[in-house]
């Protein structure tokens, strides 16, 4: 006979699950005791957010499960956020909660809200345990939802008298399972549109972020010459700096990319999510559209595709690089003009002086201090358009920014379990200041792990990006400022290292050598947004219209 508990994190050992993030609380007691006496390392957080935050980007970067935990009533509800930010992102995350005895309590609805019913329109399975015996298949059958595609969150609650119950189940290993590839005569249709065009387009989407696909991708881009963008999900699964690479559709229109988007005759979709923002809008008539992934398109008023080839992505880009050649009627001309235009655009103001620093500055500057290899994780706010234009990503997954359910406060928290996965590589985190006070008393906890890590907060005193939307729709400026401490000494308050930079140009050397000192160091950085909205809605919609 083994307890309950013990049954439930050897289930997880079982699966490889490393580390498990969170916050116990009397109900997880026996979880707790079972996690001790484990391989698993429990991670203590300082607020079940983040905890799911961490989770979820163990996920994103593995392609299993990261794990989190949370007691019963407020805790599972901190862990909403975090179960969404999986969900819309793909990210496989697994969460477990505890809830009172279900057979007999004593404290009355103390604290118990539903928790089961509050998580089904988050996650792709939540259950309750009500015997110990179905423990092995309900854990088993939770984390194959959670990673078979398309990843996202998954739920468990074990109540406390569960928990403590013994069973004498026994583990169920996982199968082996192959993904079905797409059905030759949708192959054959794809091709025959592809190679029938005159200025193919390839788009490179957030569900193209795995190995396998990455490679098959640069096979089919090397040997066809079809030029490629990205949405910002699927940023880095293609080497940016590779010749043929058009662009990241950061905005929605009026991008230059968008201009090589309307110039083209047929675009193929590989992994497109539409829970990203559009990366372009479709139009009746205007190409056609090819919708590469592992399900059906999810149609709405800006994607409609003509033609869908369903089953493995990467399998799927391998039979099309097979059944294609090189057209000689193909012709790229104008993207070729599109993309000069592009690279010289990414080079303005990238070399400006002013301070507080412009935003094209800080990028290419945090640009040309990261390696290849080296992972920046943003939060959200008006800095994460200018990443995702003007950072070209040489590897997948070296710049996790979430055009998903952008919430703001994942990027601290993500950068610290990057650096778990990946000890190895040098880790940034760029957070604007509201962002980064959301969920900033994870410094402790970085601090605490002794990760190495580098913090860029970037301080305008307000909610910026909402700030310039309002803005641009002509609304008077209102309840959008904030006070700050002072972020060096808050840093020190925490034990790590604080830096503030008094011009652009003190600001490289000190990144290169926070990147460099191992400990946690945080750089406040003053941004300047003034010019963003002019910028981006009639400086570049206007230079891109002019490429002729």
Same mark, same amino acid.
């Given at each position: 006979?083994?307890?309950?508990?013990?049954?439930?994190?050897?289930?997880?050992?079982?699966?490889?699950?490393?580390?498990? !993030?969170?916050?116990?609380?009397?109900?997880?007691?026996?979880?707790?005791?079972?996690?001790?006496?484990?391989?698993? +390392?429990?991670?203590?957080?300082?607020?079940?957010?983040?905890?799911?935050?961490?989770?979820?980007?163990?996920?994103?970067?593995?392609?299993?499960?990261?794990?989190?935990?949370?007691?019963?009533?407020?805790?599972?509800?901190?862990?909403? =956020?975090?179960?969404?930010?999986?969900?819309?992102?793909?990210?496989?995350?697994?969460?477990?909660?505890g809830q009172k005895p279900i057979r007999s309590s004593k404290q009355g609805h103390f604290q118990i809200v539903d928790v089961v019913d509050m998580m089904r329109p988050l996650t792709k399975y939540t259950r309750q345990i009500v015997s110990a015996d179905s423990i092995p298949a309900q854990v088993r059958e939770a984390l194959r939802c959670a990673e078979q595609e398309r990843p996202g969150a998954v739920h468990l609650e074990l109540p406390q008298d569960i928990a403590a119950d013994?069973? /004498?189940?026994?583990?169920?290993?996982?199968?082996?399972?192959? +993904?079905?590839?797409?059905? $030759?005569?949708? *192959?054959?249709?794809?091709?025959?549109?592809?190679?029938?065009?005159? &200025?193919?387009?390839?788009?490179?989407?957030?569900?193209?972020?795995?190995?396998?696909?990455?490679?098959?991708?640069?096979?089919? *881009?090397?040997?066809?010459?079809?030029?490629?963008?990205?949405?910002?999900?699927?940023?880095?699964? *293609?080497?940016?700096? &590779?010749?043929?690479?058009?662009?990241?559709?950061?905005?929605?229109? @009026? /991008?230059?990319? &968008?201009?090589?988007?309307?110039?083209?005759?047929?675009?193929?979709? *590989?992994?497109?999510?539409?829970?990203?923002? %559009?990366?372009?809008?479709? +139009?009746?008539?205007?190409?056609?559209?090819?919708?590469?992934?592992?399900?059906?398109?999810?149609?709405?008023?800006?994607? !409609?595709?003509?033609?869908?080839?369903?089953?493995?992505?990467?399998?799927?880009?391998?039979?099309?690089?097979?059944?294609?050649?090189?057209?000689?009627?193909?012709?790229?001309?104008?993207?070729?003009?599109?993309?000069?235009?592009?690279?010289?655009?990414?080079?303005?103001?990238?070399?400006?002086?002013?301070? %507080?620093?412009?935003?094209?500055?800080?990028?290419?500057?945090?640009?040309?201090?990261?390696?290849?290899?080296?992972? =920046?994780?943003?939060?959200?706010?008006?800095?994460?358009?200018?990443?995702?234009?003007?950072?070209?990503?040489? =590897?997948?997954?070296?710049?996790?920014?979430?055009?998903?359910?952008?919430?703001?406060?994942?990027?601290?928290?993500?950068?610290?379990?990057?650096?778990?996965?990946?000890?190895?590589?040098?880790?940034?985190?760029?957070?604007?200041?509201? @962002?980064?006070?959301?969920?900033?008393?994870?410094?402790?906890?970085?601090?605490?792990?002794?990760?190495?890590?580098?913090?860029?907060?970037?301080?305008?005193?307000?909610?910026?990006?909402?700030?310039?939307?309002?803005? &641009?729709?002509?609304? %008077?400026?209102?309840?959008?400022?904030?006070?700050?401490?002072?972020?060096?000494?808050?840093?020190?308050?925490?034990?790590? +290292?604080?830096?503030?930079?008094?011009?652009?140009? $003190?600001?490289?050397?000190?990144?290169?050598?926070?990147?460099?000192? %191992?400990?946690?160091?945080?750089?406040?950085?003053?941004?300047?947004? =003034?010019?963003?909205?002019?910028?981006?809605?009639?400086?570049?919609?206007?230079?891109?219209?002019?490429?002729?």
């Amino acid at each position: 006979m083994t307890k309950a508990s013990d049954l439930f994190v050897a289930a997880l050992e079982s699966h490889g699950v490393e580390y498990v !993030f969170g916050i116990p609380g009397e109900e997880n007691l026996d979880l707790l005791e079972s996690l001790r006496k484990s391989g698993i +390392r429990l991670v203590l957080t300082r607020h079940e957010q983040a905890a799911g935050f961490m989770a979820a980007t163990i996920g994103r970067l593995t392609g299993r499960a990261g794990a989190c935990l949370a007691t019963l009533g407020p805790g599972a509800t901190n862990l909403v =956020t975090a179960a969404a930010y999986a969900q819309l992102g793909a990210m496989p995350m697994f969460m477990v909660t505890g809830q009172k005895p279900i057979r007999s309590s004593k404290q009355g609805h103390f604290q118990i809200v539903d928790v089961v019913d509050m998580m089904r329109p988050l996650t792709k399975y939540t259950r309750q345990i009500v015997s110990a015996d179905s423990i092995p298949a309900q854990v088993r059958e939770a984390l194959r939802c959670a990673e078979q595609e398309r990843p996202g969150a998954v739920h468990l609650e074990l109540p406390q008298d569960i928990a403590a119950d013994d069973s /004498d189940a026994r583990l169920i290993p996982e199968s082996h399972s192959r +993904r079905p590839v797409a059905e $030759e005569k949708a *192959i054959r249709r794809a091709a025959d549109a592809i190679a029938g065009a005159k &200025h193919p387009l390839l788009m490179v989407g957030a569900g193209a972020n795995r190995k396998t696909t990455a490679r098959m991708l640069r096979r089919f *881009i090397d040997r066809l010459g079809i030029p490629f963008f990205s949405t910002q999900m699927g940023k880095g699964v *293609i080497d940016e700096t &590779h010749p043929l690479w058009l662009g990241t559709a950061a905005l929605s229109d @009026g /991008d230059f990319v &968008h201009r090589a988007i309307d110039a083209s005759d047929c675009i193929i979709n *590989i992994g497109h999510d539409v829970i990203e923002k %559009p990366p372009f809008f479709m +139009r009746e008539g205007r190409r056609t559209v090819i919708h590469v992934n592992h399900s059906g398109a999810v149609v709405d008023p800006v994607y !409609f595709p003509q033609v869908e080839v369903v089953g493995d992505i990467a399998n799927s880009v391998w039979q099309l690089a097979e059944a294609i050649e090189p057209q000689p009627h193909w012709d790229f001309g104008f993207f070729d003009r599109v993309r000069e235009a592009l690279h010289a655009q990414l080079r303005d103001r990238a070399d400006d002086d002013r301070f %507080p620093m412009a935003s094209q500055r800080l990028v290419a500057e945090v640009a040309a201090a990261m390696g290849p290899e080296d992972i =920046t994780c943003l939060d959200n706010g008006l800095y994460k358009l200018w990443f995702a234009r003007n950072f070209r990503c040489r =590897t997948p997954n070296t710049l996790l920014l979430d055009n998903a359910l952008a919430s703001m406060g994942a990027g601290l928290p993500s950068a610290i379990a990057a650096r778990m996965v990946h000890p190895q590589r040098r880790v940034l985190a760029v957070a604007g200041d509201g @962002g980064f006070m959301m969920n900033s008393q994870e410094l402790e906890t970085a601090v605490r792990l002794g990760v190495d890590l580098t913090v860029l907060v970037l301080r305008d005193d307000a909610y910026g990006m909402i700030r310039w939307k309002q803005a &641009h729709e002509k609304y %008077p400026e209102y309840g959008m400022a904030l006070g700050n401490p002072d972020f060096v000494k808050y840093a020190e308050s925490y034990g790590a +290292r604080g830096h503030r930079p008094a011009s652009a140009a $003190e600001f490289a050397p000190m990144l290169r050598q926070a990147l460099d000192t %191992p400990g946690v160091d945080v750089i406040e950085v003053a941004i300047d947004y =003034t010019d963003d909205d002019r910028i981006l809605n009639e400086d570049i919609p206007r230079e891109s219209a002019a490429v002729a």
